[in-house]
């Protein structure tokens, strides 16, 4: 199968991941822009050359999209570009008038409210205003508030990016109208109970949309429901009485959220299933590893499923449980076919079950790649565990050479797990410590 695949942005979990997958499975060809064509931490994709590299395809199967890459040249560019709606509209016609007649999975994000004074992905002036933002957002929600120490100009700024981005979200549904799409999904992005991305999430479900909590991961999850076959998946949640608790930056059960994720990655949930998803989930509130908020680790004894069976690990955010870890590595990873703990709990999720439903493809087809099987295993557990988990608490600026030696004992211990001969390196692509890229070139 040929598919056609334009990413979020240029990082490593948005750009080699999905390739990296792919790899397990040798009739899945998957075609995306070159690297330097697309966005990053400061700069815009380059929107015509993406353009001109998709009329350049021949004989795709289907197409992924990250529409705000078109849009607005990026997730990031979305809530900071100054473009009119007349200027991105514009853009967007070029786009649809190529994607007329073919097969279609789209997403594109509701405009995230962070809860913190950072700016490194907003606006400038949200090192200032951040929270007092969201607490207008919150607040005008849930009472109907909207007094607040927020400058006019600010709030006026804040407001029109928003208003931007809802009426271009709009624009899409006429698209799905029209039969452009065969998907189309709206993500809701660092999401809370309140706020007025929630108030635009439910005025477009009034208006027909699919809305699903998640970001990163929903061109994974597409890419995943792009490919043919419906597998039938059995969640276990290791801590069965707490499954209905809410995830970090996320506004719908944690139960909720695998049910929504394995179907949207067109599966389904069955008793009688083709693969066992585990979930180590979390008690009374999920932990933060980066943010140092405790919650209990696993604590039971881990023994080996004897069904083939992935791993969503999500009782911490941004990292593996240690604990979990360890009694998974104790107890054999024969049956195991996948493992993730990236981020947050959706975005583990979509990104384990893109894995699962690739290798299930290619063992049943024969197609299976061993070797690209053993470097996505390498780079989540390098990624999720050994770095996010441990290491990257361990320095204090993106320091490569100091990363190298101190993911060495990962390293050794599990090559010997999965063999691979290539050398491993690491970046910081975006020069900050959130994302490690592990390179196998």
């Not at 942005?9 to 697309?38: G, H, K, Q, W």
């Not at 949309?209 to 490919?227: Q, S, W």
């Not at 996320?250 to 909720?256: F, H, N, T, W």
């Not at 949930?269 to 979930?279: G, H, K, P, R, T």
């Amino acid at each position: 199968m040929r598919i056609g695949f334009i990413p979020i942005d240029n990082r490593p979990v948005c750009y080699t991941l999905p390739a990296l997958t792919a790899e397990i499975d040798s009739s899945v060809e998957l075609f995306m822009p070159p690297r330097e064509l697309l966005g990053d931490l400061k700069k815009c994709a380059d929107v015509d050359g993406i353009m001109a590299w998709l009329r350049g395809l021949d004989n795709i199967d289907a197409f992924v999209i990250s529409l705000d890459t078109i849009a607005y040249g990026g997730l990031i560019p979305s809530r900071r570009s100054s473009d009119s709606f007349e200027q991105i509209l514009k853009r967007l016609e070029n786009l649809k008038t190529f994607l007329s007649g073919k097969k279609v999975y789209a997403f594109s994000s509701i405009m995230r409210i962070s809860n913190n004074n950072i700016n490194q992905e907003e606006k400038s002036y949200w090192d200032r205003w951040g929270k007092k933002i969201f607490q207008y957002s919150w607040n005008r929600h849930k009472e109907n508030n909207c007094v607040t120490e927020v400058p006019d100009e600010i709030l006026e700024d804040y407001l029109a990016t928003r208003s931007r981005n809802f009426e271009i979200n709009k624009v899409y549904l006429d698209w799905q109208k029209d039969g452009i799409f065969d998907t189309l999904i709206f993500s809701k992005d660092d999401c809370a109970e309140f706020g007025l991305n929630v108030l635009e999430a439910n005025e477009l479900k009034s208006l027909g949309a699919t809305v699903k909590t998640g970001a990163d991961e929903i061109p994974l999850t597409l890419l995943a429901r792009a490919l043919e076959a419906n597998y039938k998946i059995h969640p276990v949640f290791l801590e069965e009485s707490q499954k209905n608790l809410i995830s970090n930056y996320e506004d719908i059960p944690l139960a909720e959220c695998v049910r929504s994720q394995i179907e949207l990655a067109g599966m389904q949930v069955a008793q009688n299933a083709d693969c066992e998803l585990y979930v180590n989930n979390f008690i009374e509130r999920q932990g933060e590893i980066v943010m140092k908020v405790y919650t209990e680790p696993f604590s039971e004894h881990w023994a080996e499923p004897q069904l083939p069976c992935v791993v969503a690990d999500v009782r911490f955010a941004n990292g593996s449980d240690n604990a979990f870890v360890g009694s998974l590595f104790e107890a054999g990873i024969e049956n195991l076919l996948g493992y993730s703990a990236w981020n947050t709990s959706a975005n583990t999720l979509g990104s384990l079950l893109l894995a699962l439903k690739i290798t299930l493809n290619a063992q049943k087809n024969g197609t299976f790649n061993k070797d690209a099987f053993n470097r996505l295993m390498l780079t989540r557990f390098l990624d999720d565990w050994a770095y996010q988990a441990n290491v990257r608490q361990s320095l204090a600026v993106p320091d490569v050479t100091l990363l190298q030696e101190r993911m060495r004992p990962f390293e050794n211990f599990l090559l010997k797990l999965f063999p691979c001969n290539n050398c491993i390196r690491y970046k910081f692509p975006w020069d900050r410590l959130f994302e490690v890229e592990i390179d196998f070139n």
